[in-house]
């Protein structure tokens, strides 16, 4: 079965770090690009990070940019997001997602056909 | 920066209903549009990419339209099972993979 698992979320004061992880199983996770995407409580999603499969092209949504850090370990199948410098507005439900890069005619579709079930991190004091 | 918008933000429906959600880019992004479904305490699961393409396993009452900067999502007829929250997402250009607002389809 495909699948995506995260883990690592929690409690954790402003100012602080927290590392997730998210463990791939189904698929070969090498040859897929992944994403993190959260969802803050009672609302939409916001795209956070990219990574493309070798870790040759990553990405960040400017509200993480400089705090966050997005990496991968393909002979552990595995994702991972540093988190520092923690703030309450990123609390959220944390997703990681693959990119099934889609082929379209001649272009390629980036679209998140997996997802995992979310972990959810809370910053507060 | 690429700004998606949906409309409406909300709608009321009954079962059996052609449902359609707008969503639109603030400039040109192609046909790198896709279209996610949420339902509460869950992952969102992909419907439509590139605009119309529908993804496997999804029921044929969803359909994908549009290219440039408009876009729609209908359900041709509403089922239960489909009373959820639905986003448009853009693969254009940064800031990549922005997601529209959201649109929470509920019964009326």
């Known amino acids: 079965e495909v699948q995506l698992v995260e883990s690592g979320g929690g409690l954790v004061q402003p100012g602080g770090s927290l590392r997730l992880s998210c463990a791939a199983s189904?698929?070969?996770?090498?040859?897929?690009?992944m994403n993190w995407v959260r969802q803050a409580p009672g609302k939409g999603l916001e795209w956070v990070s990219y990574?493309?499969?070798?870790?040759?092209?990553?990405y960040y949504a400017d509200s993480v940019k400089g705090r966050f850090t997005i990496s991968r370990d393909n002979a552990k199948n595995s994702l991972y997001l540093q988190m520092n410098s923690l703030r309450a507005e990123d609390t959220a439900v944390y997703y990681c997602?693959?990119?099934?890069?889609?082929?379209?005619?001649?272009?390629?579709?980036?679209?998140?056909?997996?997802w995992g079930q979310g972990t959810m991190v809370t910053v507060s004091s | 920066d690429i700004q998606m918008t949906q409309s409406p933000s909300s709608l009321s429906a009954s079962v059996g209903d052609r449902v359609t959600i707008t969503c639109r880019a603030s400039q040109s992004i192609s046909s790198y549009l896709n279209w996610y479904q949420q339902k509460p305490g869950k992952a969102p699961k992909l419907l439509i990419y590139?605009?119309?393409s529908l993804q496997s396993g999804v029921p044929s009452r969803f359909s994908g339209s549009g290219s440039g900067t408009d876009f729609t999502l209908t359900i041709s007829s509403l089922q239960p099972e489909d009373f959820a929250t639905y986003y448009c997402q853009q693969s254009y250009s940064t800031p990549l993979f922005a997601f529209g607002p959201g649109t929470k389809v509920d019964i009326k």
């Open positions: 997602a693959r990119d099934a890069a889609f082929k379209v005619t001649v272009t390629t579709n980036s679209a998140f056909d997996i």
């Open positions: 189904g698929f070969t996770f090498s040859s897929y690009s």
């Open positions: 990574i493309s499969s070798s870790s040759s092209t990553i």
């Open positions: 590139a605009a119309s």
